[in-house]
């Protein structure tokens, strides 16, 4: 359990940031480092923040694959090719999870094995 966290305003903003792998800076000074993602039952995933600097916790909600992700990712499959996170680029290999290919990153399934 990762215990209670606070909804943070301008999740989009700041899943940008995370997705290119930069700092995020905290609402309270200092940054925000990833303690966990929590896989949902639709698709979406939980991530839970920390601030460096008070120790508070944050939630944002990373919102499941589109089609044009899932349908990418499926062309790679189709090439050959090792499919990376959609979101995340190059720095993260698909990896598979039972029949689906999960990023480690951010917990999204974008398809099937």
């Not at 925000?32 to 896989?39: D, M, P, S, T």
């Not at 698909?94 to 990023?103: P, Y």
């Given at each position: ?28 000074g200092g ?34 694959a589109t ?10 499959l189709s ?35």
């Amino acid at each position: 359990m990762l215990g209670e966290a606070f909804r943070l305003d301008h999740e989009k903003k700041l899943l940008k940031h995370y997705y290119a792998g930069q700092q995020m800076e905290s609402p309270n000074g200092g940054f925000l480092i990833c303690l966990g993602i929590r896989q949902g039952e639709t698709g979406d995933a939980i991530a839970i923040f920390e601030c460096n600097a008070s120790w508070i916790r944050y939630e944002v909600t990373i919102r499941k694959a589109t089609r044009t992700e899932r349908k990418n990712v499926r062309d790679a499959l189709s090439a050959g090719e090792d499919p990376f996170c959609p979101r995340h680029g190059l720095s993260a290999r698909l990896l598979r999870a039972g029949k689906s290919l999960v990023c480690n990153d951010c917990g999204i399934a974008y398809g099937k094995v």
